[in-house]
């Protein structure tokens, strides 16, 4: 196809237009982009890859036996049926469980990952159908990447996005900061990926800009690539989950010696005198000092002494990386990072202050767009039933049970049918041999995917839904001022359809077309949900060109705002007039919300909590089970990038050469890592660029049972979530802990298992 053929469209790691040419797809990255994602070449053999979906299945043991628990889920064979049938049988199941169990009876599950559109935005589309046509469901709050912070932050600070998007600027940081201090780094694999789409990555361009201005930046963390090498950081390399330690000694260096600045903690900050009896050990008999620090951290003392006293006195940046908060007492970095911060005394200023999760997406550290993006309305849920999205398993293992979260005393719901629209819990969720129980208690399980994910494999009804090429949308965020129009660029694959076109059927079949669709098609929605930004521009005097000449052009620019720091630099500005959301309308360095909670497990300022699973006898080394580079999540872990990056077919892990030597482990084997809870194949990449202790492995890797009877089978693929915890932060967020955990690795001498991750399933013959 000639050139002319390209049509635009917008991915959750980059804008990019892409063309037929000689049989196969040509992706290209927006032309304004200075420095494109290359996950974007996942598209071309993910499209027609054998691990899609092509026709409904139904699960053999549910269409034979009916509702109800069932230990062949992950199992068992499907049976291929019509699209009438499966939707038939499905919404007559969604009517029996409403009937018998109203909306507490049914889980809407999903991960809002599954496409950059506004309208064929999974998550959206389920919540919107069971809201509508069942009167709601029981939900999930928080994330999985931020669910310690997104409770503890609005008690001590504000409101996460306040914090992290609408804060410090990366133009800032070129422009203005002296020293930053990065707690887990802030890792270009990450930041390169926001939702609904990103049409310039300019992290790696600030930061370089910054370094070359004579900013100082220094890594804090077990990996040495979490900073792009454009940073030129100086590695600090910390045992993990120890970072809190660390503030705390940077802290007792800073007040000791009188570089804390007193004039800011007097007049933005409450409960100092509190928090400074625990560092000085006047509450408890230990004294935070870098000696203490030094043997928890494994960072010499006269180093931490000496890092405090270059932070004092400059435009310091103190950031947080989303991964110190996925790990046991994950609140208390966040915390500590403030109180830190504003010891400082630079928070609120232009680069200075406090960042949480700055390049943690592409999200964070830009301007917000003047004119917001439209989204498809959800509709009211009538159930007040929520979880903490990391308590899954919990709920599906003890429904009824009484648990703790943010102060209140709760029990989890008992939903008997989970509706799973977009994301994949086998890649989201810990201890998948535990998640596989839970998921065996179930009624029915009723999944939307593109390709036989581990989800899709324990479903009872398995419903084909379209990859965003093969459909229309509209791409745009809050962040990035390219609104997107996304072109269709290939037929579906085999019988797929799009979420909205199966929930239109299940709305008619229960009565409630009418109110699901509100008259529209898909294309109309389109058109509905431009002309509320078509609106907001004329409103602003702005050109504001018609939804066909914004199609047929693919792509508009949106106005942003001016750059003015957030609600952190109006506190600072004018901390009456401005107050901050919290109960002070301070930094609360110590809370007493928090406090009277009487969480041990989160006190009412932030603590050294040592944590209980820590290296030693059978699992000597700790694993990082981080964020992939070559996919978002476990997203098109079959497309191209992604296959080309993998050793043997296998995930890699990263591996210090003192620790691979005694365990004979060379460059390029494959290796078994193995806890109490499970294990895992992977291949061996030898580095110095892991701590001597860790070893890490990223998640994403489709989970790939080597017998899927087996209740803890060898995962010969490189889940690294077979061995992660499934526990809670605390009882305050209940987050997730899956970033660190320990394990032993060894070199693998058997045969090698094939991988099957992505062959479909067993079928026998359709009805």
Known sequence: MAETGFRPHSAHWGVFSAAWQEGELVVRPHPGDPD????????????????????????????????????????????????????????????????????????????????????????SQVHRFLNFTLG??????????????????????????????????????????????????????????????????????????????????????????????EARA????????????????????????????????????????????YLLGRTDGVVKDAAWAAPITGIPAGTIAALARRLAGKRSLVTVAHSLQRAEHGEQPVWMGLVLAAMLGQIGLPGG??????????????????????????????????????????????????????????RYPAPKLVYWAGGNPFHHHQDLNRLRRAFRQVETLVVHEIGWTATARHADIVLPVTMTLEREDIGSSQTDPLMVAMHKLAEPYGEARDDYTIFTALAARLGKEAEFTEGRSARDWLRHLYGKTQADLAAKGLPAPDFESFWEAGEIT??????????????????????????????????????????????????????????????????????????????????????????RGREVMRIHPLDAAPRGIAEGDVVRLENGRGACL????????????????????????EDPADDKALCVHGNPNVLTRDAGTSRLAQGCT?????????????????????????????E
């Open 36 to 123: 494109p994602n290359r996950i974007l070449q996942n598209f071309p053999k993910a499209l027609r890859h054998e691990a899609r979906i092509a026709r409904p299945m139904i699960r053999r043991g549910w269409l034979e036996n009916g509702p109800g628990a069932d230990d062949r889920r992950g199992r068992d064979e499907y049976v291929p049926v019509s699209w009438d049938r499966a939707l038939d049988l499905l919404a007559a199941e969604l009517k029996r469980v409403s009937d018998a169990h109203g909306p507490a009876g049914i889980f809407g599950g999903s991960y809002g990952w599954s496409s950059a559109g506004r309208f064929h935005h999974a998550q």
């Open 682 to 705: 992977a291949t061996a990449e030898v580095t110095e660029a892991v701590r001597q202790g860790v070893v890490q492995l990223p998640t994403g890797a489709w989970y790939d049972p």
């Open 558 to 647: 949106l106005p942003q705002a001016e750059d003015d720091g957030g609600i952190l630099r109006a506190f600072r500005e004018e901390p009456e007039g401005a107050a901050l959301p919290t109960r002070s309308g301070k930094i609360e360095i110590f809370c007493e919300t928090i406090a009277g909670f009487g969480y041990a497990d989160c006190p009412g300022h932030p603590a050294w909590l040592p944590p209980q699973e820590v290296p030693g006898g059978e699992a000597p080394l700790h694993l990082i089970a981080n964020q992939p580079a070559t996919r978002l999540h476990s997203q098109f872990d079959f497309g191209g990038h992604s296959a080309e990056k993998k050793r």
């Open 738 to 766: 899956g970033q660190i955990t320990t394990v032993q690795v060894s070199r693998f001498t058997g045969n090698l298992p094939p991988i099957r991750a992505f062959s479909p399933p067993d079928q026998v013959a359709a």
């Open 353 to 410: 202050g406090y960042a949480y999760a700055l390049g943690a997406l592409a999200h964070t550290g830009r301007r917000q767009n003047a004119v917001s993006p439209a989204a498809l309305p959800q509709g009211r849920n009538r159930c007040g039933e929520f979880i903490p999205v990391a308590r899954i398993a919990d709920m599906l293992l003890n429904p009824g049970g009484e648990y703790e979260y943010n102060g209140e005393r709760r």
């Open 234 to 277: 100086e590695w600090l390399s910390i045992i993990p989950n120890t970072d809190t330690a660390l503030m705390l000694a940077l802290a007792h260096t800073l007040a000791s010696e009188g570089l804390h600045d007193r004039a800011f903690l007097d007049r933005y900050t409450v409960g100092w005198e509190r928090f400074e009896a």
């Open 136 to 229: 709601g469901y029981v939900r999930s709050v928080n994330s999985y990447s931020a669910g310690a912070s997104n409770v503890v932050l609005p008690h001590i600070v504000g409101p996460t996005e306040d914090v992290s998007r609408r804060n410090v600027s990366w133009e800032a940081v070129a422009a203005h900061s002296e020293i930053v201090l990065a707690f887990g780094g802030m890792a270009l694999k990450n930041s390169m990926v926001a939702g609904g789409g990103i049409s310039r990555h300019v992290e790696r361009g600030a930061m370089q800009a910054a370094a070359g201005r004579g900013c100082e930046f220094i890594l804090v963390g077990p990996l040495r690539d979490d900073l792009p090498e």
